[in-house]
């Protein structure tokens, strides 16, 4: 099957971000993604803070039968995601981060230790 592109909107700079999918479950899955950022984007700025994507965290799923993290634990998470995902290095997640983020990378950051954390899409 062909990869096709899709585009979602990114409110913070007015400008598409655009991730290669091949089919249809491959969409559902940026849908859900944009979903979740505009979700956790509580005062519609366009951009998620280290606050919002705490949210993001602590609002998916964890797999059953793993271990809730301590609030550090928690803290030393949501460093490493800023890091990780602040590919501009603004302190702020805009929407085309968040989508090449959660669409192309593991559910675990190696650098995250032993603290066990949700999945990224139920």
Not at 96 to 101: G, H, L, S
Not at 108 to 120: C, T
């Given at each position: 099957?062909?990869a096709?592109?899709r585009?979602?909107l990114?409110?913070?700079?007015?400008?598409?971000?655009?991730?290669?999918?091949g089919?249809?479950?491959?969409?559902?899955?940026l849908?859900?993604?944009?979903?979740?950022f505009?979700?956790?984007?509580?005062n519609?700025?366009?951009?998620?803070?280290k606050?919002e994507?705490?949210?993001?965290?602590?609002g998916?799923?964890?797999?059953?039968?793993?271990?809730?993290?301590?609030l550090?634990?928690l803290?030393?998470?949501?460093d490493?995601?800023?890091k990780?995902i602040?590919?501009?290095?603004?302190?702020?997640?805009?929407m085309?981060?968040?989508?090449?983020?959660m669409?192309?990378k593991?559910?675990?950051?190696?650098?995250?230790?032993?603290?066990?954390?949700?999945?990224?899409?139920?």
């Open positions: 099957m062909e096709e592109t585009r979602t990114d409110r913070s700079k007015t400008e598409d971000v655009e991730i290669e999918i089919d249809e479950e491959a969409a559902e899955m849908l859900k993604i944009s979903t979740i505009n979700k956790y984007d509580t519609g700025d366009g951009v998620l803070s606050d994507l705490k949210e993001v965290i602590c998916l799923n964890p797999p059953a039968g793993a271990p809730v993290p301590t550090e634990q803290d030393a998470i949501m490493v995601f800023m990780e602040d590919t501009n290095c603004n302190g702020k997640i805009e085309k981060e968040f989508v090449k983020w669409y192309n593991p559910a675990r950051p190696k650098s995250a230790g032993s603290a066990a954390f949700p999945s990224r899409i139920a």
